[in-house]
């Protein structure tokens, strides 16, 4: 299946993303702030866009003009749901409440899960043959291969961020935190009602306990 470009769009605005670990590391460190201050600026974007899916739900014409504006950059069901943007803000929101004094843990699960997703988009759209739960093998192993490939080999040259480890991630953190990230990239939890998780949302912080136990 060839790339659309509302998905190749879509994940470029993804990639922005990556500006919310950047700062969650890295603004405490170099600007009097403290991980309270980027949580609460976090938290107020969450809250912003919550707050702007809610009324667009609620008012046709909002949601007509909001899909005018974003609809290169939505899904298909998207103009009835919470859009992607929103989940993924609120993932970065809560990794930086629940991991408040661990910023590395928040950085490395961050940053892991917007790449290894928007490989796992890309490879699965393009050249995805094997179907797995609606998505494919090929875009599943490009996600651990990423996760991979980023904890081992580009990590150790971001000053700091694996400080906590001796400059290097443990082979076995490494490979847990990209099986936790593959599986729950490719197999939604379900919830009461019949609903499931977004994995936006769910994947960095979930992800982030399993790392805090090395």
């Given amino acids: 299946m060839p790339l659309t470009p509302e998905e190749i769009n879509r994940k470029l605005l993804h990639l922005m993303a990556l500006l919310m670990p950047l700062g969650i590391f890295y603004l405490p460190r170099f600007f009097p702030l403290t991980s309270l201050h980027v949580s609460l600026v976090l938290g107020s974007l969450f809250g912003a866009s919550l707050l702007v899916e809610i009324l667009r739900f609620r008012n046709q014409k909002l949601n007509s003009f909001f899909s005018i504006c974003f609809g290169s950059l939505m899904r298909a069901g998207e103009s009835r749901s919470i859009t992607g943007s929103t989940y993924i803000i609120g993932g970065a929101f809560f990794c930086s409440l629940f991991f408040a004094g661990r910023a590395d843990i928040s950085f490395i699960v961050l940053f892991v899960f917007i790449l290894s997703d928007a490989a796992a988009a890309l490879v699965g759209i393009s050249m995805g043959k094997i179907r797995i739960l609606g998505k494919s093998l090929e875009g599943s192993m490009a996600c651990f291969a990423t996760a991979m490939v980023l904890m081992l080999f ?9 400080d906590f480890w001796g400059g290097s991630l443990p082979l076995g953190a ?10 729950l990239e490719l197999v939604p939890i379900p919830l009461p009602g019949g609903s499931k998780t977004n994995d936006n949302l769910v994947a960095p912080v979930l992800s982030g306990f399993i790392l805090y136990l090395f």
């Fill in 154 to 162: 580009l990590f150790p040259f971001f000053p700091h961020v694996l």
């Fill in 174 to 183: 490494a490979f847990s935190t990209a099986l936790a990230i593959t599986l």
